[in-house]
């Protein structure tokens, strides 16, 4: 009957406009210029609505800003930035420890902001991340995946004891609930760096170094690891 329904809240609500005819109309086409709208109806009807009108376009892909694509040692509660889509009224993130997305983590949505709060992440894990913009025309393509690997906490308190002429027992407290194991460093004077001792594949709190000699000053530090971060 040649009436016309306008929504701006993605089909929640319809306000009915204007159209100046009560002829059926078979919906509204962009031709050449895609600003100019027109509609076609019964008995030759020919509607043109504005070459001024303001067209809401597709929304473009989003461009991720941080955190950048391959970051270490970040904490886990992390605030992800993406570049303004024009025309876009809603936002998806999507979090993953899976490249391909099979699980997701997370799957939030924020309105026209281009920031979104998560916390709470798992120490020491990768995770890949992307946004999808959405609009009343439809949605964008995903963003470009970045990664990013959370840090993971370190043992603390660290003690040493001579337990035998040739042995010092090493004991620490563990800090972190996911660890894979610990990496001890060690250095004896008159070394200035310390390097690579053990690795342990356990998530004990003590370890014995029998290889020491007497007449050296030993120093040792530990730090836990994961499969993607130490």
Request: net charge positive.
């Given at each position: 009957?040649?009436?016309?329904?306008?929504?701006?809240?993605?089909?929640?609500?319809?306000t009915?406009?204007?159209?100046?005819?009560?002829?059926?109309l078979?919906?509204?086409n962009?031709l050449?210029?895609s600003s100019?709208?027109?509609?076609?109806?019964d008995?030759?009807?020919?509607l043109?609505?504005?070459s001024?009108t303001?067209?809401?376009?597709?929304p473009?892909k989003p461009?991720?800003?941080s955190?950048?694509?391959?970051?270490?040692?970040q904490p886990?509660?992390?605030?992800?930035?993406?570049?303004k889509?024009?025309?876009?009224e809603?936002?998806?993130?999507?979090?993953?420890k899976?490249?391909?997305?099979?699980?997701?983590?997370?799957?939030?949505?924020?309105t026209?902001?281009?920031?979104?709060a998560?916390?709470?992440?798992?120490?020491?894990?990768?995770?890949y991340?992307?946004?999808?913009a959405?609009?009343i025309?439809g949605?964008?393509?995903?963003?470009?995946t970045?990664?990013?690997?959370?840090?993971?906490?370190s043992p603390?308190?660290?003690t040493?004891q001579?337990?035998?002429?040739?042995e010092?027992?090493?004991?620490?407290n563990d800090?972190?609930?996911s660890?894979?194991?610990?990496?001890?460093e060690?250095?004896?004077t008159?070394?200035?760096?310390?390097s690579?001792?053990d690795?342990?594949?356990?998530?004990?709190?003590?370890?014995?170094?029998?290889?020491?000699?007497?007449?050296p000053?030993?120093?040792?530090?530990?730090?836990?690891?994961?499969?993607?971060?130490?």
């Amino acid at each position: 009957d040649g009436t016309i329904y306008k929504s701006g809240d993605d089909g929640v609500t319809w306000t009915k406009q204007q159209s100046g005819t009560t002829n059926f109309l078979y919906g509204i086409n962009t031709l050449g210029n895609s600003s100019t709208l027109f509609s076609v109806g019964d008995w030759g009807t020919i509607l043109k609505y504005s070459s001024n009108t303001s067209v809401i376009a597709l929304p473009t892909k989003p461009v991720l800003v941080s955190p950048t694509t391959n970051q270490v040692d970040q904490p886990r509660d992390i605030t992800f930035k993406w570049n303004k889509v024009k025309d876009a009224e809603k936002n998806f993130v999507q979090l993953s420890k899976y490249q391909t997305f099979t699980i997701i983590g997370k799957n939030d949505s924020t309105t026209t902001d281009t920031t979104k709060a998560i916390t709470n992440l798992s120490e020491g894990q990768k995770y890949y991340w992307r946004v999808q913009a959405k609009n009343i025309v439809g949605i964008s393509p995903w963003s470009d995946t970045w990664n990013f690997t959370t840090q993971i906490t370190s043992p603390s308190n660290l003690t040493l004891q001579r337990t035998l002429l040739k042995e010092i027992t090493l004991k620490w407290n563990d800090n972190s609930n996911s660890e894979d194991g610990y990496i001890i460093e060690r250095k004896q004077t008159p070394q200035p760096n310390y390097s690579f001792f053990d690795r342990l594949k356990t998530t004990t709190i003590t370890y014995l170094d029998n290889k020491v000699e007497q007449g050296p000053t030993y120093y040792y530090r530990v730090r836990a690891y994961t499969k993607y971060a130490q």
